[in-house]
Nanobody, 120 residues
Framework: QVQLVESGGGLVQPGGSLRLSCAAS????????MGWYRQAPGKQRELVAA???????NYSPSVKGRFTISRDNSKNTVYLQMNSLKPEDTADYYC??????????????WGQGTQVTVSS
């Protein structure tokens, strides 16, 4: 059994910053790609940023230059530093991880989501 727990969401003014964290726990052998997705009301879930185990990153054009994804493999944790936040960044943010379990199974895992609201 694997669990992803996110933290760090909240209310911030336009131009402000937030840092999201997502820690994976359970019977983990290895974690491949970890990423952050977001879903705004009435919209489809979209990829925000992703990072491979070896540090290769990929960003949505809408956040490139403002958001930074990083991970600590020793802690099975992925981070999303969000700077210069805009009202259009308002959404529920979800952590995702491609995990190999000690049993040998491989699953695409999701966190419960954390809300980010950018408003004055």
């Amino acid at each position: 059994q694997v669990q992803l727990v996110e933290s760090g969401g909240g209310l911030v003014q336009p131009g402000g910053s937030l840092r999201l964290s997502c820690a994976a726990s359970g019977s983990i052998f290895s974690i491949y790609t970890m990423g952050w997705y977001r879903q705004a009301p009435g919209k489809q879930r979209e990829l925000v940023a992703a990072i491979t185990r070896f540090g290769t990153t990929n960003y949505s054009p809408s956040v490139k230059g403002r958001f930074t994804i990083s991970r600590d493999n020793s802690k099975n944790t992925v981070y999303l530093q969000m700077n210069s936040l805009k009202p259009e960044d308002t959404a529920d943010y979800y952590c995702n991880a491609d995990i190999i379990q000690k049993s040998g199974g491989r699953d695409d895992n999701w966190g419960q989501g954390t809300q980010v609201t950018v408003s004055s």
